[in-house]
């Protein structure tokens, strides 16, 4: 029986076939190759040349499966199924193209804090859920990569993946998410302004 932190996504039984290693057993395991695939993932956008067009859902979607599609055969894809958080799967694409609509308008209104720009962006894109999994590691790449590569803006401290797994840090992360959830973002800007 796999265990996952607080607030991770549990994973429906079909969507644990799309894993592409069939004989991964035990979390930890799933894990390296999921830290590999993200080291790649990573790599491949930081050798990206155009940066001005991150906004975009074929970008957005193309991330995902740089990030995860050595791992999972549904890398990229929306999902399909309803989750306990986020918007009906009828309802994603919609949801993305509306959250990537409203970022362009805050960006060239000048609406936000880089703080609060960061907050709303990583809390909306979260909160819709767009995939079957890895979508706070998703998400956090993403804001940081329309930070630093779109707007030469200070990438968000989430800290590693490694001490996002830590107790404390995750929980004062997720709690920030709920607040925001009911429309208070201060956590949320507050978690992102730390050193
Ligand atoms: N109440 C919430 N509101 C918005 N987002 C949330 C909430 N709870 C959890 N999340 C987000 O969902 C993520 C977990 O979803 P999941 O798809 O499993 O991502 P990952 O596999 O990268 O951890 C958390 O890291 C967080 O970003
Ligand atoms: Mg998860």
Request: aromatic share 10%; net charge negative; glycine share 6%.
């Amino acid at each position: 029986m796999v265990e996952y932190p607080e607030g991770a996504t549990p994973l429906d039984p079909d969507e644990m076939e799309g894993l592409k290693f069939p004989h991964v057993e035990t979390r930890i395991e799933l894990d390296q190759l999921e830290q590999q695939n993200i080291q790649d993932g990573l790599k491949w956008l930081s050798r990206q040349r155009s940066y001005n067009k991150l906004l975009n859902e074929g970008f957005l979607l193309e991330l995902h499966q740089k990030l995860f599609g050595a791992v999972w055969d549904w890398a990229g894809k929306y999902r399909r199924t309803g989750k306990n958080i986020g918007v009906g799967p009828v309802n994603i694409s919609t949801e993305v193209r509306n959250l990537l609509d409203d970022a362009k308008y805050w960006i060239d209104h000048q609406a936000y804090s880089r703080e609060e720009f960061a907050a709303r962006l990583h809390h909306r894109l979260v909160q819709i859920h767009p995939f079957s999994n890895g979508n706070g590691r998703h998400a956090r790449v993403f804001t940081d990569a329309v930070l630093e590569y779109q707007l030469s803006q200070k990438p968000v401290n989430w800290s590693t993946d490694e001490s996002i797994n830590d107790e404390t840090h995750r929980q004062n992360y997720i709690k920030a998410l709920r607040t925001a959830d009911d429309g208070d973002y201060q956590l949320m800007i507050d978690f992102i302004s730390r050193k």
